[in-house]
């Protein structure tokens, strides 16, 4: 459970921001089996009721070299209404790390009769290097699908250039969102800056299903 803090902290952006929500109904956690072990799981973050994820952008820092490096730092969800109509400030990512800029932009198919939302992930994730240095969370991709269509026959990869990060591999796909349902909500799992210390910022994250 999270701390009462939380709670009212959460109540208090819901009051005043009205477009992140902190909780909403679900029917599904979409998780990896790979994903790496340091820091903390955040708070979830919701799209506005009515609204799926269409799309998102990553912020990767890039190769370091002989620096420390750390790679994927957060994902951001794009939110739109089911006819495809996107809000630009209906954003999600959950808790960020510090490092690295933001790619562009990578929506689902939106065409004018079908829109098309996010269904199903995986993820590259660089195992412990030991006394090596650590990155964790690498790159993801994503699956897309129009609501209503079979998971197993209609859904397309969506994913943003160079197609991988540097270092580590790939889960397997994830389970998808029931046909009805789209991904809704975000959850990352972020360690806090290490100082001189190895930093590897995102670890982990999951994704929620909403009907
Ligand atoms: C986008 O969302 C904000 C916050 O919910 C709202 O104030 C604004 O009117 C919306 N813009 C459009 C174009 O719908
Ligand atoms: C979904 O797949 C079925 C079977 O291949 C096809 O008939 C249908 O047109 C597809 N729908 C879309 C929106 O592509
Ligand atoms: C992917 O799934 C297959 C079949 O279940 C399994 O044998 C394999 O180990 C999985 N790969 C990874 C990277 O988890």
Known sequence: ?????????????????????SSRDYSKILRVPNGGQYGYWSQAEFCPLGTYASGYSLKIEPNQFFGDDTALNAIRLLCSD???????????????????????????????????????????????????????????????????????????????APGHGSWGTWSNWTESCDANEAICGIQTKVEQVQGSDDDTALNDVVFYCCE
């Not at 709670?7 to 921001?17: D, H, K, M, Q, T």
């Not at 959950?94 to 079908?114: H, N, R, T």
């Not at 995986?122 to 699956?143: R, Y």
């Open 1 to 21: 459970m999270f701390p009462t803090r939380f709670l009212l902290f959460n109540s208090f952006v819901i009051l005043c921001g009205g477009f992140i929500l």
């Open 82 to 160: 089911k006819q495809g109509h996107r809000n630009i400030t209906h954003q999600i990512s959950s808790v960020q790390g510090p490092y690295g800029s933001w790619s562009k932009e990578e929506v689902c198919l939106q065409s004018y009769d079908v829109s098309s939302f996010l269904t199903a992930f995986q993820l590259q994730v660089e195992p412990p290097q030991g006394a090596g240095d650590d990155t964790m969370a690498n790159f993801v991709h994503f699956k897309c699908r129009p609501f209503g269509d079979d998971p197993a026959l209609n859904e397309t990869i969506l994913t943003l």
